[in-house]
Nanobody, 124 residues
Framework: QVQLVESGGGLVQAGGSLRLSCAAS????????IGWFRRTPGKGREFVAGISRDGASVSDGDSVRGRFTISRDNARNTADLQMNSLKPEDTGVYYC?????????????????WGHGTQVTVSS
């Protein structure tokens, strides 16, 4: 079993930055890949970024490329999402998810465990 808890959400002006964190417990953190997703108004759940178990490989969604960066610290059991140059359309609930194999791409069904999400609101 894996438990995931997101933190770091909040209200920020357009152009600003936020850093989200995903704290994991249960199964050894280094044994699963992590993905970040978001649910924005009017859309379903959208892939934001993913990172492999050892942090050597990352992937990201088209809408955030060049602005968001995913990272992980296996010693601290955390995975972070640094979000820069935020836009109002980035507003939504952000979730981290774990895949107990190696997958860290965009397919939602490949992820086995999910956190409850953290709200990000970007004002114009």
């Amino acid at each position: 079993q894996v438990q995931l808890v997101e933190s770091g959400g909040g209200l920020v002006q357009a152009g600003g930055s936020l850093r989200l964190s995903c704290a994991a417990s249960g199964r050894a953190f280094s044994t699963y890949a992590i993905g970040w997703f978001r649910r924005t108004p009017g859309k379903g759940r959208e892939f934001v970024a993913g990172i492999s178990r050892d942090g050597a490989s990352v992937s990201d969604g088209d809408s955030v490329r060049g602005r968001f960066t995913i990272s992980r610290d296996n010693a601290r059991n955390t995975a972070d999402l640094q979000m820069n140059s935020l836009k109002p359309e980035d507003t939504g609930v952000y979730y981290c998810a774990a895949n107990t194999e190696t997958y860290h791409g965009s397919v939602i069904e490949e992820y086995d465990y999910w956190g409850h999400g953290t709200q990000v609101t970007v004002s114009s």
